[in-house]
């Protein structure tokens, strides 16, 4: 890792399209898949391209990226949160088909501008500093999330945006691990509040994963069956 790794707004010049689950990506790298991972690659970005071009187009940016010289290290990715309500949407997860990701022809959609939106929220979907899949991650625990956070709530106070919210868990291990967001904690550090705690039944889908929150929790006295519950944390911005 470079001394200093540069956190800035995503724009047009290099749209992130994919994730960092299997490292850092450049202008050059990026389209060298995964030999590991057998998704369609081509298709998610035909999908994945068009709509992040409309989205920067239409609100500016929506996301923050984390550059250590020519690779992307780390990145936060944001949407109107009435944009991810919008027929088609899905859950917005770039490596995901619909539902989980968008519908392929959702770049197609008309989205209101900033100015007809009356809840003026952005919805964070995914923070990662470096991979966090990779045994060897030298991105992580060096404050880049904390930095890409405070940009993203700068950026949005400078466009007009009111509020912020993040799905987050109880503070595990594991959550920072895998997961692509971080526990309750992170967001209480830059300001955020807890607005809503709810079951999180898509969660079940991966025993295995269950499981390890459930010992993890366990080991930190906290009641498994919290931990399996999904935290919705929301900052005003003024």
């Not at 001394?3 to 010049?13: D, L």
């Not at 989205?111 to 952005?122: G, H, S």
């Amino acid at each position: 890792m470079t001394s200093e790794v540069v956190v800035e707004p995503m724009t047009e010049e290099f749209l992130l399209w994919r994730c960092l689950h299997s490292g850092p990506v450049s202008k050059e790298s990026i389209a060298q898949y995964p030999a590991d991972n057998p998704l369609d690659w081509e298709r998610y970005r035909k999908r994945n391209l068009p709509l992040l071009a409309k989205l920067t187009q239409v609100y500016g940016c929506c996301a923050i990226v984390a550059r250590d010289v020519d690779a992307i290290v780390g990145m936060l990715r944001f949407y109107p949160k009435a944009v991810s309500k919008m027929d088609g949407a899905g859950d917005l997860c770039l490596q995901q088909d619909w539902s989980a990701g968008p519908k392929d022809n959702f770049a197609e959609r008309d989205f209101p501008p900033l100015e007809r939106i009356e809840d003026k929220t952005l919805s964070v979907h995914c923070l990662m500093a470096g991979s966090p899949q990779q045994k060897q991650n030298p991105y992580q625990r060096k404050g880049i999330g904390l930095r890409m956070c405070r940009a993203m709530i700068e950026w949005a106070r400078g466009r007009g945006w009111r509020a912020i919210e993040a799905m987050s868990f109880e503070d595990l291990p594991i959550v920072y691990e895998i997961t692509g967001g971080a526990g309750h904690t992170f967001w209480e550090k830059l300001g955020f509040t807890l607005a809503e705690r709810r079951p999180f039944p898509y969660m079940q889908e991966f025993p295995d994963f269950v499981r390890t929150l459930e010992e993890q929790a366990k080991n930190l006295d906290i009641d498994p069956q919290r931990a399996t519950e999904q935290l919705v944390m929301r900052r005003l911005i003024r």
